[in-house]
C-alpha cells in the first residue's frame, strides 16, 4: 500500500464488491438529495449568521478582557470562530480578579484571555453584561482597554 492507496476501495474490492459509479440524478432522488442539498444549506445560512452574531459580540464590539484562568466551561454547543478563539456556553469562572459568570464568553486561540461583552457601567464591585456578571476582587478595577470601548481587569 502507498499514501495515495483508498483504503475503502481496496476493502470493497477484496470482499467482491465493486466501487459505484458517478452519482447521477437517479442515486439523488433515491437518496433525498435535493433535500438533503437543501438542509445543508439552509445549516450553512444558520451557522454563517451565528458567526456573524458571535464576531459581532465578541471581537467588533466593545468588550470586558480578562487573564483566562480554570472554571466551569459547558462544551455542549461550543463555537469555534476561526482565527480568534472559541466561544463556550454558560461559563463560570472564579480567579484572583473575581468571579464571573456568562451566558457566553470567548476563550481566545492562544487560551490566555477570555472575553465577554463590555458592561454597561464599567464601575462598582459587580459588573453587569450582555447575558454576564462579573463580580470583581477587592482591589480590582476595570480600566480602558485597547481599543475605545474596550476594558480589561487590574489590581490597583
Request: with cysteine; charged share 25%.
Amino acid at each position: 500500500m502507498t499514501a495515495a492507496d483508498n483504503l475503502g476501495t481496496i476493502l470493497l474490492q477484496a470482499l467482491g464488491g465493486s466501487v459505484p459509479s458517478e452519482a447521477g440524478p437517479e442515486r439523488e432522488s433515491r437518496y433525498g438529495g435535493p433535500e438533503l442539498l437543501r438542509l445543508e444549506r439552509l445549516r450553512e445560512d444558520e451557522h454563517e449568521a451565528r458567526l456573524t452574531d458571535l464576531r459581532r459580540r465578541f471581537v467588533e464590539g466593545p468588550v470586558l478582557v480578562l487573564p483566562n484562568a480554570p472554571g466551569s466551561f459547558v462544551t455542549d454547543g461550543v463555537t469555534p470562530i476561526p482565527d480568534v478563539g472559541t466561544v463556550y456556553p454558560r461559563v463560570r469562572v472564579t480567579a484572583e480578579w473575581g468571579k464571573l459568570e456568562a451566558d457566553l464568553a470567548l476563550r481566545s486561540g492562544d487560551r490566555r484571555r477570555l472575553v465577554v461583552p463590555a458592561p454597561a457601567s464599567p464601575t462598582g464591585p459587580v459588573l453587569q453584561g450582555d447575558g454576564s456578571t462579573l463580580a470583581l476582587a477587592p482591589g480590582c478595577v476595570l480600566q480602558p482597554g485597547q481599543r475605545s470601548g474596550d476594558y480589561e481587569v487590574v489590581r490597583r
